[in-house]
Each structure stands twice: as C-alpha cells, then as structure tokens.
C-alpha cells in the first residue's frame, strides 16, 4: 500500500499530460518591413580610394616647397570639398 502512494504522484502527473491537449499555435502574420534605402549618391570606396590618392600626390609634390603657388592652394581646396563631401555621403549611409 506505501508503494501505491509513492506512484500516486507519478501516474497523475503522467495522467495530467497525456490528457492534455496542446493548445493551436496561432501566427499573426505580419507585413515585412521595407527595405532600408539610401537617398543620395552613395561614394563607394573605389572613389573615397582615389580621392586621396590625389590629395597624397598633392602634398608630395608641395612638400619640397617653401611656398605654395596659388595653384596648389586651389587643387588642396578643391580635394578638400570633395573629401567633405564624400564624409557627409559616408556618414548618411552609417
């Protein structure tokens, strides 16, 4: 009779899952997200790449110079804008 009471708890337990059904899984569908877009003209590396490859050329050939001639103050001024602006392009994608 002591065996049948340590078993009771077992057997009900067992009972208790096997006559329980498992409730339907319900899906919600959802409507995906759109894909993120990037508005704007993007600077791909390619281009970052060869804008300071300029801008290196520039500074060495400036570097034996005492002065720098109004030509190579402009081309620094221009690589300069366009580094800045290939910067806003670069952090608008980040």
């Known amino acids: 009779m002591l065996y049948a009471l340590l078993f009771l708890p077992a057997v009900l337990a067992i009972g208790v899952l096997l006559l329980r059904r498992p409730r339907p899984v319900r899906v919600l569908a959802e409507m995906a997200a759109p894909a993120a877009t990037i508005s704007g003209t993007v600077v791909p590396f390619a281009e970052l790449d060869a804008l300071l490859a300029a801008l290196e050329g520039a500074t060495v050939r400036i570097d034996g110079a005492d002065e ?25 994608v980040g």
């Not at 720098?68 to 608008?92: I, S, Y």
């Open 68 to 92: 720098l001639d109004e030509q190579a103050v402009t081309e620094l001024e221009q690589l300069a804008e366009k580094l800045e602006a290939a910067a806003a392009d670069l952090e608008r």
